[in-house]
């Protein structure tokens, strides 16, 4: 499996899943913009490893992706940068949890803009070019729930409902042009954001660590295991080599089971 000669955009790659599949792409030789917020220091140290470690180039963007204007901006930036965007992966996200009643509008707004509206708009960016090379590969990460519902997440499950549908749609229009169009779905992934919030739970809910892991946190996932980032992105990795190319308007679970169930 190789990238070399691709350019990828990973949005919300600053940590986390995004940054695992930037750091996978580079790894296979793709040049990589990677996108989000936090510290510029930290930023900045991750986009020069990524070019040390594996001899690409890689580019940050600081693009809001609630804003469509900087959505196009940032597809801009790319392909001057690297002359094409071949992958897209549509990575940022946000999560809020309320009863619908007492859901702010101002965060179901935000979440709907950028867990699915920002996925929209940077497909839209990319599908001219994508379509004049005859090549392309849009990843959307998705969730298991985009497949299954839990309460108190209604502007998320919403929007992951909504990234399902766009995958197919799209897919169904690239599919005469050589582009690939597909969604991940992972279950509960180990990152630093959920081991973070293990100690308040534990205080919380008077529970031992083990008992928050397995009781809480995996309750839905049959494997009683944490997805790891890396596992997600060597499925992104394989959806963009020609092996894949028939895999297109897919939603692809990787959730010890959760939606087995």
Known sequence: MTLKTRNAIVTGSTSGIGLA???????????????????ADAIETERSKIEKDFGVKSVY?????????????LVNEAETAFGSVDILVNNAGIQHVDPIEKFPPELWDKIIALNLSAAFHAIAAVIPGMKARKWGRIISTASAHSKVASPFKSAYVSAKHGIDGLTKTAALELATFGVTVNCISPGYVWTPLVERQIPDTMKARNLTREQVIH?????????????????VAALAVFLCTDAASQITGANLSIDGGWTAE
């Open 21 to 39: 599949i930037a750091r996978a792409f580079a790894e296979q030789g793709a040049n990589v913009t990677i996108n989000g917020f936090g510290d």
């Open 61 to 73: 963007s600081p693009a809001d992706l609630t804003k469509p204007d900087e959505i196009r901006a």
């Open 215 to 231: 009781d809480v946190l995996l309750a839905a996932q049959p494997t009683k295991e944490f997805v790891t980032v890396d596992q």
